[in-house]
Structure formats: structure tokens, C-alpha cells
């Protein structure tokens, strides 16, 4: 789902965000851009889904240390779903698969979904 977005990111690049930016704090990294070349966030695809390396900047601190004290350990993005997907059910559930996407942004969240 992630390769084609990946590879192209619809806004430009990619942002790594804390709590998809609800507290209006600064990007904690970007994917690579015509103004940024050297990226601070590093995402590929794998055979489990989206992965991602992340330089913190110092001002970030307190994330750092909340998430390596295990205080916070979820993850979530940002995302449009293109036309692609599956449906299909798992013990009475619905399930989506999503199989293409615009990928806007990763976050390191409290409350993952």
C-alpha cells in the first residue's frame, strides 16, 4: 500500500509528527525534500507494513525519553485511501485492506488506534 506513496509523497515529503500535531509543536523529522535533501526521517515497506528510522531533534527531549521509558510506544499516520482496497470479513468483522495510499505523515501517538 505504502510503495507508490513512498516513492512520490503526494504533499512533497513526508513529516514525522507527536500526536499527529494536535499541540502545534514543530515536525519531529521530514522525508526528503528539494529544500531538506538529507532526510530526517527515513521510511520504507516491508513484508509486516510501514517502517521508519527517525533523527530526533534535541528539542524533542521529552519524547525521546517518554518513549524510551515505555511511557509511550504507539504509532500512527496519516493517510487518503486511493481506489484500491479489499474487503472482506474475519470471524463476522468486516475487514479493509487498503492497498494503495497518500501517505502525508507518520506520528508517535499516546493512544494508538
Not at 517502517?51 to 504509532?75: H, I, K, Y
Amino acid at each position: 500500500a505504502f510503495a507508490r506513496s513512498l516513492t512520490a509523497p503526494p504533499r512533497g515529503s513526508v513529516v514525522a509528527l507527536w500526536n499527529h500535531g494536535r499541540d502545534n509543536r514543530p515536525p519531529l523529522g521530514r522525508s526528503h525534500t528539494r529544500t531538506a535533501p538529507a532526510p530526517t526521517l527515513r521510511l520504507w515497506e516491508d513484508a509486516d507494513g510501514l517502517r521508519f528510522e527517525l533523527d530526533l531533534p534535541e528539542s524533542a527531549a521529552d519524547v525521546r525519553e517518554a518513549v524510551e521509558r515505555g511511557d509511550v510506544w504507539g504509532m500512527s499516520f496519516g493517510f487518503a485511501p486511493n481506489a484500491k482496497d479489499r474487503w472482506s470479513t474475519r470471524d463476522g468483522v468486516p475487514r479493509r485492506e487498503v492497498l494503495d495510499l497518500d501517505l502525508w505523515e507518520v506520528s508517535v501517538v499516546v493512544d494508538p488506534a
